[in-house]
């Protein structure tokens, strides 16, 4: 069915339910005064085939999302949390995505500072918009065939991507150092090649330090105590880095699967609250994700925390190269945090 005849449907409240139960669905809503959502015929495109829904119409936007049966995904402009809230409530296994202009310091204040109960998703909706565009077409792609581990999404199929294994403590500095020479053979400079580097450490210490100490048999808690840690070859983690000449992405795994998505989003609201003195922004546990996460989030463009709970945690960081920036703390970012549940073995 033609996307404008959808549209024409939804703007008169004339939706079929019989129409509309027919498969499953992806609901677009583009609240006037916010940035607008990319152009309809991109939308309909990236949504994989799923029947597609628009309204720009506040008042009939509940209408839209009370009588829309299998709906598969959320996708909205604005942080309106009622819509979010009644969306999860009707389809509480189902995805939510804000793609928004405005920096995480404004819009969790909007949303009640419950964004990890409300979106799973934030899509930085920025000039230029291949880079927003290419994220949902990415982001949804990874949704609905639960594929969602790996940077090489996020780059052309052309792009050379480097994986490392990570075997312990002892490997931290020359992945730092690696990575470092990788921007400077890309000419991207020395600032640059500092910042990655400095992305790199904060993305191994967690994956090393951090996610370890949390499994319950702490198998490795003497030796992180100790800041010499030798993995199994069983928990032995990955480094991969690559480039594609626009983005710039890291990515680390980890074997453990120990960071859930409420402590996720909370260590970064924590630390955009800029009227608290930072020290308290940050967990005082000996060992915290906080501030590494902090870092690393305040350096790029894109924070993407792919999880199986139990088993894997892979954080990553995509850096726009074509999107020079004076003030990272304040310009919208995108935050991802893809979850699937699965047995521990």
Wanted: hydrophobic fraction near 40%; include cysteine.
């Amino acid at each position: 069915m033609n996307i404008n005849i959808l549209r024409n449907y939804v703007s008169n409240c004339q939706l079929d339910a019989k129409v509309k139960s027919m498969k499953e669905s992806i609901l677009f809503i583009d609240i006037a005064g916010f940035k607008p959502l990319p152009d309809l015929r991109f939308l309909e495109l990236c949504s994989s085939g799923l029947t597609t829904f628009y309204t720009s119409e506040p008042a009939k936007a509940l209408d839209l999302i009370h009588t829309t049966e299998n709906a598969k995904v959320l996708i909205i402009n604005a942080p309106k949390p009622e819509l979010f809230f009644e969306f999860l409530q009707k389809n509480p296994n189902s995805h939510t995505i804000l793609i928004t202009d405005l920096p995480l310091a404004v819009y969790s204040p909007e949303l009640g500072c419950c964004e990890e109960r409300l979106i799973k998703h934030i899509i930085a909706n920025r000039f230029p918009s291949a880079w927003s565009e290419n994220e949902l077409r990415v982001s949804l792609r990874k949704l609905l065939k639960q594929d969602f581990f790996g940077i090489d999404k996020y780059l052309e199929s052309s792009a050379r991507t480097v994986s490392l294994k990570i075997t312990g403590s002892a490997v931290k500095e020359a992945y730092c150092q690696e990575l470092a020479n990788y921007a400077r053979s890309l000419r991207l400079g020395t600032h640059f090649a500092k910042q990655v580097s400095g992305i790199t450490e904060e993305l191994l210490t967690n994956a090393i330090f951090d996610a370890p100490l949390k499994v319950q048999n702490g198998r490795y808690v003497n030796s992180i105590k100790k800041r010499k840690i030798v993995f199994d070859e069983a928990d032995q983690g990955e480094l991969c880095f690559g480039s594609n000449g626009s983005v710039f992405a890291i990515g680390v795994r980890d074997l453990f699967g120990t960071l859930p998505k409420e402590h996720f989003f909370d260590y970064l609201r924590k630390v955009m609250r800029r009227n608290e003195d930072f020290e308290k922004l940050i967990d005082t546990k000996e060992i915290g994700a906080g501030l590494g996460l902090y870092k690393i989030f305040y350096h790029s463009h894109a924070l993407i925390c792919n999880s199986i709970k139990g088993q894997i945690t892979e954080v990553i960081s995509l850096i726009d190269l074509n999107f020079k920036v004076k003030d990272f703390g304040k310009i919208a970012k995108s935050v991802h945090f893809f979850s699937e549940e699965k047995p521990v073995s």
